[in-house]
């Protein structure tokens, strides 16, 4: 079972960056395709962002195209996400998660592994 830690989250004002990072413990971390997701305050887990395991493939949720960007570095077993532009509505815990999966899915329940997650607050 891999095991993903999250780290990057933070405070940042409406309009500004952050990037957050994945490490995963595991040999094989070029064989999962990775995704992040998050969950706001009484709301539902959601998809933000997926890349399959050669970087072949990713995909956005509609909110977040053009303003995040997913990347990955095998030779790091880490999962990157760049968050530019950023609106309070992105305020969430950010998850990473892991799936053995060739295609890049879009729903939490594809995602075999989790990691903590991290808070991400954007103040307007």
């Known amino acids: 079972q891999v095991q993903l830690v999250e780290s990057g989250g933070g405070l940042v004002q409406a309009g500004g960056s952050l990037r957050l990072s994945c490490a995963a413990h595991t040999r094989a971390f070029s064989s999962y395709t990775m995704g992040w997701f998050r969950q706001a305050t009484e709301k539902e887990r959601e998809f933000v962002a997926g890349i399959s395991w050669n970087s072949g493939s990713t995909r956005y949720a509609d909110s977040v195209k053009g303003r995040f960007t997913i990347s990955r570095d095998n030779a790091k077993n880490t999962v990157y996400l760049q968050m530019n532009n950023l609106k309070p509505e992105d305020t969430a815990v950010y998850y990473c998660?892991?799936?053995?999966?060739?295609?890049?899915?879009?729903?939490?329940?594809?995602?075999?592994?989790w990691g903590q997650g991290t808070q991400v607050t954007v103040s307007s």
């Open positions: 998660a892991a799936d053995r999966a060739i295609v890049v899915f879009t729903t939490p329940q594809q995602y075999d592994a």
